[in-house]
């Protein structure tokens, strides 16, 4: 563009924004703590999945300082459901690094925004220019698409190349003064108009600026990536029942994949496997514990981002400890079926207790 188009384009862009822009909690004050958890919670997450998560979580941690005295367990409870947990782990990471070194407020120095954990180069532009208004570009998925139809980019937008492109036009575009409303306002264009399929084109605030449009290639751009196809993954899961009725759940490591979350005992299976057998066996290596298989109580089918998992659930009896003395670890506890809604559980299996308790209430 121009000067001339570019100044043009950014004045209609922020008054459609002033007008259209739809009414979100974190966009009141553009309070810094408010805007950072906005966009870790938003990452790989649509705004109406968001909104109750973030009205919950700050009425319950109103502060980074309640954050960062608050447990790892509420913290991943509060996160229940929005998957990628790492995310939620990173939060209070950074919320105790922020009260150590920073007197419990964010910074604003762009490399210390960077250096805490979880945040990247576009979390960190987010609250940058959203929270205090400084002239740093951010890139999403939204302003992606934004972008490349406007400039009627062709290529792999996560190409290098691409990418390099794209983040210079996000940074020269931003009008002085102005990022705060300008950045939100092309995340917003692509969230609310230049959607992915079917873009309401006679609704932009800029068609005269779109190359794509005038060249009938919106449909097109951004070029589409193709995803290798997911790998599947076959799970045997007991759910162990004492003789107090208690059942048996764990805590899953820290690190790795749902981190820090609890679950029911699983084995992953081989093709070609005995499922109850296999399942007796990994329950006694994994807990140290006989137990008796009963009967099959669900077949459940989950998706996760790189892969599918079917998991074959059995009702189980707990027989004895192989251990010579009763072990008590934090990993591993026994909980009556009304209380596990305390604990912060996998999608998958938070389906197995609302199968548990529609069988108890029948």
Not at 71 to 92: C, F, H, M, P, V
Not at 145 to 151: E, G, I, N, S
Not at 232 to 246: K, P
Not at 247 to 253: C, D, E, G, N, T
Request: one cysteine or more; a neutral charge; glycine letters at 4%.
């Amino acid at each position: 563009m121009t000067p001339t188009e570019l100044s043009l384009f950014q004045i209609q862009l922020l008054e459609w924004f002033t007008q259209q822009q739809r009414p979100l909690p974190w966009r009141q004050h553009y309070e810094p703590y408010a805007v950072w958890i906005s966009e870790i919670m938003l990452q790989q997450t649509q705004v109406a999945t968001v909104l109750p998560y973030f009205d919950r979580w700050m009425e319950m941690l109103p502060s980074i300082q309640a954050v960062a005295e608050t447990s790892e367990d509420t913290i991943l409870k509060l996160w229940e459901g929005l998957g990628y947990y790492t995310r939620a782990r990173n939060i209070q990471k950074a919320a105790i690094m922020i009260c150590e070194k920073h007197g419990g407020q964010i910074p604003q120095d762009f490399s210390e925004l960077l250096a805490l954990p979880g945040i990247g180069r576009y979390t960190a532009g987010a609250i940058a220019s959203i929270a205090f208004n400084q002239e740093r570009p951010i890139v999403d998925g939204n302003i992606v698409r934004v972008l490349c139809r406007l400039m009627d980019w062709r290529d792999n937008p996560r190409s290098a190349e691409m990418q390099k492109k794209i983040w210079n036009a996000a940074e020269a575009w931003i009008p002085e003064g102005n990022a705060r409303f300008f950045n939100q306002a092309l995340m917003e264009l692509g969230a609310t108009l230049c959607s992915t399929q079917a873009p309401l084109c006679l609704l932009c605030p800029v068609p005269s600026f779109c190359k794509a449009l005038k060249a009938n290639t919106i449909d097109a751009v951004p070029a589409k990536t193709k995803r290798p196809p997911a790998k599947q993954r076959i799970t045997a899961l007991a759910v162990i029942q004492n003789e107090e009725g208690e059942l048996l759940i764990a805590k899953r490591p820290a690190e790795g994949l749902m981190g820090g979350l609890w679950e029911f005992p699983n084995i992953n299976l081989d093709k070609d496997t005995d499922i109850e057998q296999a399942l007796k066996q990994g329950i006694r290596q994994q807990q140290d514990i006989l137990i008796t298989v009963d009967q099959p109580l669900s077949i459940i089918k989950h998706a996760y981002t790189s892969f599918k998992v079917t998991l074959h659930c059995f009702l189980c009896t707990y027989q004895r400890s192989e251990s010579d003395s009763t072990r008590e670890e934090h990993s591993a506890q026994w909980v009556p079926l009304e209380n596990l809604k305390q604990f912060s559980f996998p999608a998958a299996h938070g389906k197995i207790i609302q199968i548990l308790s529609q069988e108890r209430m029948a």
